[in-house]
């Protein structure tokens, strides 16, 4: 029983350090893993906001993830609005599909 327990103490301990390890990605974390991700060129965001703040093109979560919500190009030329969680680590992985960000193939 006490082997049980430490276990899950180590457990709980381990949860919350992850937790807290992935919650040190920043906006700024973000907004550069995204201006350096594939889709970047392709899609856009407006930088200012109605009010003339400056708009980050991507922000943190808080989870460990970044959220992007964007307009991308489709074969058309036209720009359709989209949106996805993303891993700053696997921004390489981040692609316009015909305006759809998709993380991985298209």
């Known amino acids: 029983m006490?082997?049980?327990?430490?276990?899950?103490?180590?457990?709980?301990?381990?949860?919350?350090v992850r937790g807290v390890l992935?919650?040190?990605?920043?906006?700024?974390?973000?907004?550069?893993?995204?201006?350096t991700s594939p889709a970047y060129t392709?899609?856009?965001?407006?930088?200012?906001d109605?009010?003339?703040a400056e708009i980050p093109r991507a922000v943190a979560t808080g989870t460990g993830l970044c959220y992007v919500t964007i307009?991308?190009?489709?074969?058309?030329n036209q720009t359709v609005g989209t949106d996805?969680?993303?891993d700053p680590k696997n921004k390489?992985?981040?692609h316009n599909c015909n305006g759809k960000l998709k993380?991985?193939?298209c």
């Open 2 to 16: 006490k082997r049980v327990i430490g276990f899950l103490g180590l457990f709980a301990f381990l949860v919350l």
């Open 22 to 35: 992935a919650a040190d990605i920043s906006t700024a974390d973000c907004d550069r893993a995204w201006m």
């Open 42 to 48: 392709t899609c856009q965001t407006p930088r200012v």
């Open 50 to 52: 109605t009010n003339g």
């Open 71 to 76: 307009g991308c190009r489709q074969a058309n």
């Open 84 to 86: 996805i969680q993303f």
């Open 92 to 94: 390489n992985n981040l």
């Open 103 to 105: 993380s991985g193939g």
